[in-house]
């Protein structure tokens, strides 16, 4: 006998009408492509963020069971953005909801460090660097799609008013810099675990904070060449959509399988990439780049490098 599929609409219906009747949540926000209507396909995961005065209580999960179909399974992971952990639960179906925890005074001062970075754009030097990557990183999310499906106090309309007016922000010469050192930085460390031997840290540890420097610096070239395009999607999502085609074709270069000869192959091709696309985002803002620098890490990576087989 087919099961009747549950819809998207149909859970967060339920999550309303259970968090109406608990007095610490007091809102939820559907995130992503099933906030915008129309745009989501039966693959799409639910992406929910609930404010609450007790985010301890409800990160622990025990009322999952009582919203949606049969809880199968769920756990933990950390956002993409930093912030607070997420819980993915798979209801029979499968029907799979990303749940978002945060406090009320979280929401609260997330929703006006972003309305004021957007605003004022002098306060960016102010903030550390990692936290305004997070919440660049989560404009990007909230510009894919934000719904306030309930709002007890304000907040929640607040924090997705403020996200979702703004645009996409251009690096200062600061923010451009840390990035690019930071990159560099990170394939001094990766060719020192292959020396080592360290392949599995080398590509599943160091590399992901390799490839993230560099999605950072592909989103801001396409923010200063591309005036039109806005939505350059967190992790890389769509990103064959507003990519430059000239680095679309460079980027099979850029991942290895797990062999050291082709370890250090990519890391190259990485360190080339990152290089032209930066140097043409230093031109656009008129920055420095720190080429000297480049020069000498390319120096030591290749002092390190094994001769090929």
Excluded: C
């Excluded at 999960?61 to 933990?76: C, F, H, M, N, R």
């Excluded at 460090?113 to 754009?121: K, M």
């Amino acid at each position: 006998m087919r099961r009747m599929a549950f819809s998207h609409a149909d859970y967060v219906a339920e999550l309303v009408s259970w968090a109406e009747k608990v007095s610490s949540v007091r809102g939820i926000l559907v995130l992503g492509s099933v906030a915008q209507t129309g745009t989501e396909d039966a693959l799409s995961d639910l992406d929910v963020m609930i404010i609450t005065t007790k985010p301890r209580q409800l990160r622990r999960g025990e009322w999952l069971a009582d919203v949606g179909p049969a809880l199968i399974l769920s756990w933990t992971y950390q956002s993409p953005v930093g912030g607070p952990t997420v819980r993915q639960v798979v209801y029979d179906g499968p029907f799979v909801v990303d749940v978002a925890t945060t406090s009320w005074i979280q929401a609260a001062l997330s929703g006006a460090a972003v309305a004021a970075i957007t605003r004022f754009r002098w306060l960016r030097s102010v903030f550390p660097p990692t936290v305004v990557q997070q919440l660049d990183a989560w404009l990007q999310i909230t510009r894919r799609g934000t719904h306030v499906a309930l709002d007890k106090d304000g907040i929640a309309t607040r924090m997705a008013r403020s996200l979702g007016d703004a645009s996409t922000p251009l690096p200062s010469e600061a923010e451009f810099l840390n990035t690019v050192r930071s990159l560099f930085g990170l394939l001094l460390w990766q060719s020192k675990q292959l020396v080592r031997g360290e392949l599995w840290m080398a590509l599943a540890t160091v590399d992901q904070q390799v490839k993230q420097q560099l999605l950072i610096m592909m989103q801001w070239h396409t923010t200063v060449t591309r005036r039109g395009v806005t939505d350059t999607s967190y992790s890389g999502r769509h990103i064959g959509q507003w990519l430059d085609s000239r680095w679309s074709e460079s980027l099979p270069k850029v991942w290895a399988r797990y062999d050291v000869q082709e370890a250090w192959t990519a890391l190259f091709a990485t360190l080339d990439l990152f290089s032209a696309v930066a140097y043409e985002v230093a031109d656009a803002g008129r920055y420095r780049y720190p080429s000297d620098e480049e020069r000498q890490l390319r120096e030591w990576l290749s002092e390190r490098q094994p001769p090929a087989n």
